[in-house]
């Protein structure tokens, strides 16, 4: 079967309509015309947008010339209350210095070092959703909750089950439902002293998830300064240094960075997870492929085992082409600049869209389907380079795609290995983007033992 896919806008809608679905959600908002698309206009009476698809528009956007296309602060509105002055929302010197001390965190060798608390993880979900058996279960509900529980502690080194860790996961599930994708900033020119009228549940559901964090960043600091504090990402992002000012982050700064990282690292990977067991669930030849090849896993961590997981690995990129967790990113031109024969001025909104360029029915072939032997194709291959971006691409690229790369492949493999999945006719779900791209009314899927 097709994979499901949100309805289209028509073509011309009121700016006020447009506005009402854009905040609902922002795929059933646009209209069919982007999937085939190169370039796309929209005009409002207080900016410009321009929707790109051709690849080498966006390569110039993302790789060729990234600091004349900042992050826009439009679209940062929204997130601001929790994220605050995170990476994910930053431009210029201080997003440098930021990427300076993040990034050493996550490089190959620390992966490696993850991967015994992530399989710890994976082996936990594993059980819960085991105990299932034999019922219909809300995939997301379990996707999500074992994604937070990699965060807690691969971050942190605790597991889920920790008080502090549980009430970090019901806040933040709670506020990725009250928080729409843009708030009124994102759509008028507001001066910086204007309130940006928040929703009062998303502002206090910030505030509380940036409580706990701060509970938790300077519990971590005080085992730093005792010398006992565990070998995780936290505490080798904490104790690195700038190379170029010396400076490390203070408090604040690292509450910012651990608040992308949960909605990051949380929402992404819960999103892509429980889109791939769905697509699985609805194609079985390819469940049972992966149940094959997964029986290569032993029954300890090793870091090696990932190597062997190729199906896996396709089946995941695949659930990432039909349904990238982010499904829009947003820059802003800081000069005139001309693409494809229309002058964009200073100031306008450049939208990157993974969601239409990945079904871009002038790139792939059989873009609505799911196909993840396309990968060892021509077209599938040419697709990867110029078309496919599900953590964004150049500098600005996910720092953790590596590792939700590791994440989705595993939790994949163990669950197919010992579990069936299999889709409800009378449930399909719908695509729709709150913070990421979930099901409108969650994914239902019957578990029984293999």
């Not at 908002?29 to 085939?36: E, S």
């Not at 996550?106 to 993850?114: A, I, Q, Y």
């Not at 994102?186 to 998830?209: E, Q, V």
């Amino acid at each position: 079967m097709t994979p499901p896919k949100p309805r289209s806008r028509p073509d011309k809608v009121s700016l006020r309509r447009y506005v009402k679905l854009f905040r609902e959600d922002i795929l059933s908002a646009q209209p069919a015309r982007l999937y085939r698309a190169w370039m796309a206009e929209f005009k409002t009476p207080f900016f410009r947008s321009y929707l790109i698809n051709q690849p080498d528009l966006v390569k110039t956007v993302l790789k060729d010339r990234p600091l004349d296309f900042p992050k826009s602060g439009r679209i940062s509105e929204g997130l601001r209350p929790l994220l605050g002055d995170s990476v994910f929302l930053t431009n210029g010197a201080l997003w440098q210095k930021q990427r300076r001390i993040i990034d050493p965190a996550f490089e190959g060798g620390r992966l490696r070092e993850t991967y015994p608390a992530m399989w710890e993880a994976a082996q936990a979900a594993l059980a819960r959703l085991s105990a299932r058996t034999g019922e219909v279960v809300e995939i997301e509900e379990q996707t999500s909750h074992a994604a937070a529980d990699i965060i807690f502690r691969t971050l942190f080194s605790i597991p889920i089950e920790d008080a502090l860790a549980q009430k970090v996961f019901h806040e933040f599930r709670a506020y990725q439902r009250t928080q729409p994708i843009l708030n009124l900033a994102a759509f008028l020119p507001l001066p910086p002293w204007m309130p940006r009228f928040f929703r009062a549940d998303t502002k206090a559901a910030a505030k509380r998830i940036r409580g706990l964090i701060t509970e938790l960043t300077e519990r971590r600091r005080a085992e730093i300064a005792a010398g006992r504090a565990p070998d995780d990402l936290a505490t080798n992002i904490m104790t690195t240094r700038d190379p170029e000012t010396g400076e490390r982050f203070s408090t604040e700064e690292m509450v910012d960075q651990v608040a992308i990282f949960f909605l990051a690292g949380h929402e992404t990977s819960a999103s892509a997870l429980a889109w791939a067991l769905y697509l699985v669930a609805t194609h079985p030849e390819w469940q049972e492929r992966l149940a094959e090849e997964a029986q290569a896993l032993g029954d300890a961590p090793d870091f090696a085992d990932i190597s062997k997981l190729k199906l896996s690995r396709d089946v995941f990129r695949e659930a990432l082409r039909l349904y990238p967790p982010v499904p829009m990113m947003v820059r802003e031109t800081t000069c005139p600049e001309r693409f494809r024969d229309r002058d964009l001025p200073k100031g306008a909104q450049v939208v990157l869209s993974p969601w239409h360029q990945h079904r871009h029915e002038r790139l792939w072939d059989n873009p609505d389907g799911f196909d993840p032997a396309r990968w060892g194709t021509e077209n599938g291959r040419q697709c990867m380079r110029e078309a496919y971006m599900p953590f964004s691409a150049g500098p600005r690229v996910c720092t953790g795609a590596g590792f939700a790369m590791v994440e989705g492949v595993l939790m994949l493999s163990l669950i197919l290995r010992d579990l069936k999945l299999t889709a409800l006719p009378d449930k399909v779900p719908e695509p729709v983007a709150f913070l990421t791209v979930r099901a409108r009314d969650g994914i239902h899927l019957a578990v029984d033992r293999r």
